[in-house]
């Protein structure tokens, strides 16, 4: 009798913001406003990087990763929220889905990852400043660089996969823009226990862990500033990692907000705009104004 009830569902449907129907075509200006300027921005850190020898460094080979990485991390949830945000049918495939579930996660955890090993570099170069040249070589720096893809597209397989073998059999309203993991876990006919435990140990492995690494290092370099004699090295140390400990505060701030508060609100879906869509649109012209570099790469 039970296999009788059961329904098979294809699509799901992304509620979105159609609760704010007066705000829907603001939010729809505003959102591909946001997303033109950072991709055309994150496009031009990368190109002014390949361009300007005086970039040629392994900080900037790491901050061009980053904007590419940053574009790839807005195009897998954008777009389909201006589809929604301006079209009647709100569907996504059940195998688009967990596609872009997939896509969102993996580049997610890789930016945690990669952000850890944005402040390894400036630990290295503040630390050992005599070594750091030698050590922070072409090949070295490509290595360093393929390892955050490679643990974030690993890790994340493993949640969405459990996620994916889970029964669902209707209802099959995802009340958010996107496909997450929490909002289809809810959506599950079946116990989602393994599910939960494996995104939970996920998390633990790529946002965590890395947060803390991000920490020691930190707590290492202000040890070896604070140890500088001359107020102009210290500012100068300080300086290299300021673009960084800003963008790491927006990224963390904004997901620890997100994920830590009481669910159930109409509010989440906002707060998950801001590490969706501001602090990507935020981080180009961050690293533009807060560098010296950059900032003098542009006047030339």
């Given at each position: 009798?039970?296999?009788?009830?059961?329904?098979?569902?294809?699509e799901?449907?992304?509620?979105?913001?159609?609760?704010?129907?007066?705000?829907?075509?603001?939010?729809?200006?505003?959102?591909?406003?946001?997303?033109?300027?950072?991709?055309?921005g994150?496009?031009?850190?990368?190109?002014?990087?390949?361009?300007?020898?005086?970039?040629?460094?392994?900080?900037?080979f790491?901050?061009?990763?980053?904007?590419?990485?940053?574009?790839?991390f807005?195009?897998?949830?954008?777009?389909k929220?201006?589809?929604?945000?301006?079209?009647?049918?709100?569907?996504?495939?059940?195998?688009?889905?967990?596609?872009?579930?997939?896509?969102?996660?993996?580049?997610?955890?890789t930016?945690?990852?990669?952000?850890?090993?944005?402040?390894?570099?400036?630990?290295?170069?503040?630390?050992?400043?005599?070594?750091?040249?030698?050590?922070?070589?072409?090949?070295f720096?490509?290595?360093?660089?393929?390892l955050?893809?490679?643990?974030?597209?690993?890790?994340?397989?493993?949640?969405?996969?459990?996620?994916?073998?889970?029964?669902?059999?209707?209802?099959?309203k995802?009340n958010?823009f996107?496909?997450?993991?929490?909002?289809?876990?809810?959506?599950?006919?079946?116990n989602?226990?393994?599910?939960?435990?494996?995104?939970?140990?996920?998390?633990?492995l790529?946002i965590?862990?890395?947060?803390?690494?991000?920490?020691?290092?930190?707590?290492?370099?202000?040890?070896?500033?604070?140890?500088?004699?001359?107020?102009?090295?210290?500012?100068?140390?300080?300086?290299?990692?300021?673009?960084?400990?800003?963008?790491?505060?927006?990224?963390?701030g904004?997901?620890?907000?997100?994920?830590?508060?009481?669910?159930?609100?109409?509010?989440?879906?906002?707060?998950?705009?801001?590490?969706?869509?501001?602090?990507?649109?935020?981080?180009?012209?961050?690293?533009?104004?807060?560098?010296?570099?950059?900032?003098?790469?542009?006047?030339?």
């Amino acid at each position: 009798m039970q296999d009788i009830n059961k329904t098979t569902v294809v699509e799901f449907v992304l509620v979105g913001f159609s609760d704010f129907h007066t705000f829907q075509k603001f939010l729809f200006c505003a959102v591909l406003l946001a997303y033109i300027v950072c991709v055309l921005g994150n496009i031009t850190i990368i190109l002014l990087v390949r361009t300007e020898s005086s970039l040629h460094t392994p900080m900037y080979f790491f901050i061009s990763t980053f904007t590419v990485l940053e574009i790839m991390f807005v195009s897998v949830t954008v777009p389909k929220l201006l589809a929604i945000l301006i079209q009647t049918k709100r569907t996504i495939s059940f195998s688009g889905c967990f596609m872009q579930l997939y896509a969102f996660n993996a580049l997610g955890e890789t930016e945690c990852f990669l952000l850890s090993l944005m402040v390894f570099d400036r630990y290295l170069a503040i630390n050992s400043p005599l070594q750091y040249s030698t050590i922070m070589n072409s090949r070295f720096c490509y290595e360093l660089a393929v390892l955050p893809w490679l643990f974030g597209f690993i890790i994340s397989s493993f949640p969405t996969v459990v996620t994916f073998l889970l029964e669902f059999c209707g209802p099959n309203k995802i009340n958010h823009f996107f496909c997450d993991l929490a909002p289809l876990q809810n959506l599950a006919c079946s116990n989602p226990f393994v599910s939960n435990i494996t995104t939970i140990a996920a998390a633990f492995l790529s946002i965590v862990s890395p947060f803390f690494a991000i920490i020691g290092f930190y707590i290492h370099i202000i040890y070896t500033v604070f140890k500088i004699k001359s107020k102009e090295g210290k500012l100068k140390a300080f300086s290299t990692c300021s673009s960084h400990l800003i963008v790491v505060s927006l990224f963390y701030g904004s997901a620890i907000i997100v994920y830590l508060k009481p669910k159930g609100s109409h509010y989440d879906k906002f707060l998950a705009l801001t590490y969706t869509v501001v602090t990507p649109l935020l981080n180009p012209f961050i690293y533009t104004f807060r560098n010296r570099e950059v900032k003098n790469a542009f006047k030339k």
